[in-house]
């Protein structure tokens, strides 16, 4: 058995999978962890808790580091010297790397990363299967939330908001489903647009479907502020999109909503655990997304009850102290 005490989770850039993939989950299971200002060789320490020596993190002194998508060639040396020296190693990551764009070299460079670690610990089951050809022990590890961060009072209003958060879709994939927004915005005059993230809201604003008072783009926010900036929907969604890496996105967004009790509406292929009806909605094109937004607008007491479910489910699933049995038997894997 590992001790999680001599576990620590090393994040490489101060973002949004660093919170999930990396803080949240230390601190679920009693584990050191740690984001870098700079990678190897010098190694430059950023926020968090980790062993130090000279200075510098002391990863040698874990029995088990958990590195978060390592993408720079200093690792190529780091990962082979800890090893040699007892340290077990698991690349982490949670987003199909090879399904975005980029250079061929760095891609062959994040697959001789992933070739020489103890394994691969991934976000999804799609994320698994594209990785499993590189390395042979390849592991899910599904992303959880802090039940916690979203101990807060929600703004009291007397609007039904439809909301939206993000970075990943450009307004030429969100054109036609902000058409569909506009026109359920205009068919209930009780209705607002939220985005988050993106600004999505000011291009249906400037659209000129929707009076602009009646959108609000919310800019990028810090992963701990995220649960206060969407606390003002009521009913939230999230498209598949047409860049092929959102088809192994984990399911981030219906949790985020359930934590609030908030009906929220997904894709299939995205948000397979969404059970339709009962702790959310499935819906594949901007028609059906509109459809089901007017049941929920017209029916307050549809979305309370989809909302409660969600937020029953996601409390007894998706919590990160929940999901922390995941990350043991990922560990033990390589012990």
């Not at 993939?21 to 060789?41: H, I, N, Q, T, Y």
């Not at 602009?212 to 009913?235: G, H």
Request: some cysteine; proline content about 8%.
């Amino acid at each position: 058995m590992i001790d999680p005490g001599d576990v620590v989770f090393v994040g490489q850039t101060a973002d949004a999978s660093c919170y999930h993939r990396v803080m949240l989950p230390a601190l679920a299971l009693g584990c050191d962890w740690c984001g870098l200002d700079e990678p190897p060789p010098r190694i430059r320490l950023g926020r968090g808790e980790v062993r130090a020596s000279g200075g510098q993190p002391d990863l040698a002194a874990y029995a088990l580091v958990v590195l978060q998508t390592p993408a720079s060639e200093g690792w190529l040396d780091a990962i082979p010297a800890l090893r040699a020296k007892g340290t077990r190693v698991l690349y982490e990551v949670d987003f199909d790397i090879h399904a975005i764009p980029q250079a061929p070299e760095a891609l062959a460079l994040i697959e001789r990363l992933i070739a020489s670690c103890d394994g691969v610990i991934c976000a999804t089951e799609r994320i698994a299967e594209r990785y499993a050809a590189l390395n042979a022990r390849t592991l899910v590890c599904e992303s959880g939330i802090d039940l916690d961060a979203y101990a807060l009072t929600r703004p009291p209003h007397d609007t039904v908001n439809i909301g939206w958060a993000g970075r990943s879709l450009t307004p030429d994939e969100m054109r036609g489903w902000l058409t569909q927004i506009g026109g359920v915005l205009r068919a209930r005059e009780l209705t607002n647009f939220i985005s988050v993230g993106a600004p999505h809201a000011d291009e249906l604003a400037a659209s000129g479907a929707v009076a602009p008072e009646r959108c609000l783009a919310i800019p990028p926010v810090l992963p701990e502020q995220y649960p206060a900036a969407v606390s003002l929907f009521d009913v939230g969604f999230d498209p598949m999109g047409r860049a092929p890496w959102r088809r192994a996105r984990s399911q981030l967004r219906w949790l985020e909503a359930g934590a609030w009790g908030i009906p929220f509406v997904g894709d299939r292929r995205i948000y397979p655990a969404i059970e339709h009806g009962v702790t959310g909605f499935h819906a594949a094109d901007p028609p059906a997304l509109a459809a089901t937004l007017l049941r929920l607008v017209d029916d307050p007491e549809l979305r309370a009850r989809v909302g409660a479910a969600a937020r029953a489910r996601v409390r007894a699933e998706y919590s990160m102290a929940a999901l922390a049995p995941q990350w043991l038997r990922a560990f033990e894997a390589v012990a």
